[in-house]
């Protein structure tokens, strides 16, 4: 499927062993990202987020969710998919709970979205949003086992340059990939 595809929401016209690939390429892209990884309180800077918003500009909101949902699942049996190679429950239901449920929900939001953005700028300010929601999602996960305030500056603050920067990365991958 060509991304211009994806945003056009063509993906449930896919067979099915391409929206396999397509997961599995996915979730081997979080993996990567996980890699990356910059360890700076409760939650550490990765590039999944980047990834996220580039599944769904993509594949469009249902396939990137999907990925998300198959990462975290892989994370779930034990697998070392996540930040500092982390897996199993401990990893899901700790410090960074609400940033993993909330790449989901942006994965959905943003393919959707993306599916009807026109250019880089709207795919910009769509997956601003997108890292938004992660955020968000994030705090309030976080902020149940800190305090609201800890958890804004451990948790939201210290990401929202890297979301701004990673947010243009991937709406300009996103339009190369689709050209």
Avoid: N
Avoid at 158 to 164: I, S, T, V
């Amino acid at each position: 499927m060509t991304a211009a595809g994806a945003r056009k929401g063509k993906s449930a016209s896919h067979a099915p062993p391409f929206q396999a690939a397509a997961v599995v390429a996915g979730v081997v892209a979080l993996w990567g990202a996980s890699f990356v990884s910059i360890p700076i309180g409760p939650v550490p800077i990765t590039l999944q987020t980047y990834v996220v918003c580039v599944l769904a500009g993509l594949f469009g909101g249902r396939l990137a969710a999907l990925a998300v949902l198959a990462w975290l699942a892989a994370a779930a049996f034990g697998l070392p998919v996540l930040a500092g190679g982390a897996g199993g429950w401990k990893a899901l239901t700790g410090p960074t709970a609400g940033f993993l449920a909330g790449m989901v929900a942006a994965a959905y939001v943003c393919g959707r979205g993306a599916e009807r953005a026109k250019g880089w700028v709207a795919l910009t300010a769509l997956f601003l949003a997108g890292h938004a929601i992660v955020l968000a999602v994030g705090w309030a996960g976080l902020a149940a086992m800190v305090s609201p305030k800890t958890a804004l500056m451990d948790g939201v603050v210290p990401f929202l340059p890297g979301a701004a920067v990673k947010s243009l990365a991937a709406a300009l991958t996103v339009r190369l990939v689709s050209r």
